[in-house]
C-alpha cells in the first residue's frame, strides 16, 4: 500500500534538492538579515549619504549657512551649561565640607555628654553607696526618721542596698502606713 515518492509527485526524485536549495536560501537570507550593517552597507548608499549633497570646501564639512549659527549657540549654551555645573559642584564640595566639619563636632560634642552622663552616674552610685553606709552605721530609730521624710523611691533604693537584717530594723521604726507602702514597693 506504500506508493514510491515518484509516484506521489511527479518530480519525486527533485525533491531532496529542492528542500536542500530553500534551506541555504533561507540560511542566506537571515544571515543578510541578521548581519550587522556594516557588512551590508556597501550594498546601497546610507540615508544621510544619499540625502546630502557631496561635500565642498576644503576641509569637507557640509555645513549650511544656517547651521552655523544654530551650532555656535548651542555650543554657547553647552559651556554656559558646563560652567554652571562647575559652580554647583564647588558649592556641593563646600557644602559636603561644612557637614562633615560640623558632623566631627557633634561626634565630640556627643562623646563630651557621654562622658558627663557616665560620671553623673558614677557620682549618684558613690552618693548612694555612702547614704546607704550612713544609714547602716545609724541607729535603726535615727535611720528610721531619715527614711520617712525622703522620698518614696530613694527610700526603696536605699532599703534594697542594706542588709536584711539593718532593712528590717528600720522598717520596724517608721510609721505602719508608711513602713507598708515601702515595703510593697520592695517587692516590685
Same mark, same amino acid.
Given at each position: ?5 515518484? =509516484? ?61 549659527? +544654530? +551650532? ?13 555645573? =562647575? ?10 565640607? &561644612?557637614? &562633615?566639619?560640623?558632623?566631627? &563636632? ?34 535603726? &530609730? ?8 525622703? /522620698? ?24 505602719? /502606713? ?11
Amino acid at each position: 500500500m506504500h506508493q514510491a515518492p515518484s =509516484a506521489l509527485w511527479p518530480g519525486g526524485r527533485l525533491m531532496p534538492f529542492l528542500l536542500a536549495g530553500g534551506l541555504i536560501l533561507k540560511i542566506a537570507l537571515s544571515g543578510l538579515y541578521l548581519a550587522p550593517p556594516a557588512v551590508w552597507s556597501w550594498l546601497w548608499p546610507k540615508v544621510s549619504e544619499a540625502a546630502t549633497p557631496p561635500a565642498s570646501g576644503p576641509n569637507n564639512l557640509a555645513v549650511g549657512p544656517r547651521l552655523l549659527p +544654530l +551650532l555656535q549657540q548651542e555650543r554657547q549654551s553647552l559651556k554656559a551649561r558646563e560652567a554652571a555645573v =562647575a559652580v554647583r559642584e564647588e558649592v556641593l564640595n563646600t557644602l559636603r565640607q &561644612e557637614v &562633615e566639619e560640623r558632623l566631627e &563636632e557633634l561626634k565630640t560634642l556627643q562623646l563630651q555628654v557621654l562622658q558627663a552622663l557616665e560620671e553623673e552616674r558614677r557620682l549618684k552610685s558613690e552618693h548612694h553607696r555612702h547614704l546607704v553606709a550612713t544609714l547602716s552605721a545609724m541607729p535603726a &530609730e535615727r535611720a528610721g526618721r531619715l527614711l520617712e521624710k525622703m /522620698d518614696e523611691k530613694v527610700a526603696v533604693r536605699v532599703l534594697r542596698s542594706l542588709k536584711g537584717k539593718e532593712a528590717g530594723a528600720i522598717l520596724a521604726v517608721l510609721a505602719p /502606713d508608711k513602713a507598708a507602702r515601702l515595703s510593697q514597693r520592695l517587692l516590685q
